[in-house]
């Protein structure tokens, strides 16, 4: 149950900047007075902490807080979900026993997800994708070695996310994905499993625009790849860091990798979702 102590303790455990405290504190008040909010507010809670992760995953069909919560709820709801998903993160942190660096890790991510919406995109909540994605972490779904994160789907499958920014270095990435394996068997006690990736990284429409030296393509070379659906949105976010352009002529060329897109584009080139399996050739050296 939430209250102003466990609202204090996960500030303090998260390293929350504190000036958000007061909002959550009028939050709390708000949600007590509201008998429908509340019981929306604790069903959600209840989905996302201790239900089977598929219900979970339902939920990123979701695209704002009154269709998964009530009509009309304050935006700074999804804030607090992730609030009360402290409690939880501490017990799981112990019954996967992460050590200390990725318990660190663990704790920054969750912190990112609940500030972040709010202080640079100036959002009142955290979209309902940040609060999955933290949920993610939560549940100890994603560990994070080096410059990847590898998500638990099941016994057999690990997938594979490239966070905004990372190092995409050649070197770096296999590295990262060498060394994960054995904290993969460790903390999911799993043995023989298959790493997946979709991304518009793995793009094959992409591929074909760069040269071979380049950190994507080698990064593509990785895995068998097929096409996935549509992700020029995608494209437009991480390589523009634009949301949508209704006019590609206004976009940026300020990277090599920008001004090639953006001459496809133009060209009314379709992107697709790379779709890839890790090849079995990177841990040869391991034999």
Not at 46 to 51: A, C, G, H, T, V
Not at 71 to 76: A, H, T, V
Not at 132 to 143: E, G, K, N, S
Request: with cysteine; hydrophobic share 35%.
């Amino acid at each position: 149950m939430l209250n102003k102590n466990v609202i204090d303790e996960a500030f303090e455990f998260y390293n929350i900047d504190f000036h958000f405290k007061e909002k959550c504190y009028k939050f709390l008040e708000e949600i007590n007075s509201h008998e429908k909010m509340k019981l929306s507010y604790y069903n959600i809670c209840k989905i996302l902490y201790e239900k089977e992760f598929q219900e979970v995953e339902k939920l990123w069909d979701f695209k704002n807080s009154n269709k998964l919560f009530i009509d009309k709820i304050n935006p700074f709801v999804t804030n607090m979900v992730i609030l009360l998903g402290y409690l939880y993160h501490k017990r799981n942190m112990k019954i996967y026993n992460i050590d200390q660096h990725q318990i660190t890790i663990h704790k920054k991510r969750v912190k990112e997800c609940f500030e972040n919406d709010i202080i640079y995109r100036k959002y009142k909540g955290v979209r309902i994708s940040q609060m999955l994605w933290a949920v993610y972490f939560i549940r100890i779904r994603i560990i994070e070695i080096g410059s990847l994160q590898f998500e638990y789907k099941n016994n057999l499958v690990i997938k594979i996310h490239i966070p905004k920014k990372t190092n995409l270095s050649f070197t770096e990435v296999k590295n990262s994905i060498k060394k994960s394996k054995d904290e993969i068997r460790k903390i999911y006690k799993i043995n023989e499993f298959n790493y997946i990736c979709d991304s518009w990284l793995l793009s094959n429409q992409i591929q074909e625009i760069i040269t071979k030296n380049t950190n994507i393509y080698q990064f593509h070379d990785l895995f068998d790849v097929k096409n996935g659906k549509d992700c020029v949105l995608d494209i437009l976010n991480f390589v523009f860091e634009m949301e949508k352009c209704d006019d590609y002529s206004l976009l940026p060329t300020n990277t090599t990798l920008q001004k090639k897109v953006k001459e496809q584009l133009l060209l009314n080139k379709k992107f697709y979702l790379g779709i890839g399996v890790l090849k079995p050739d990177i841990f040869k050296e391991e034999k």
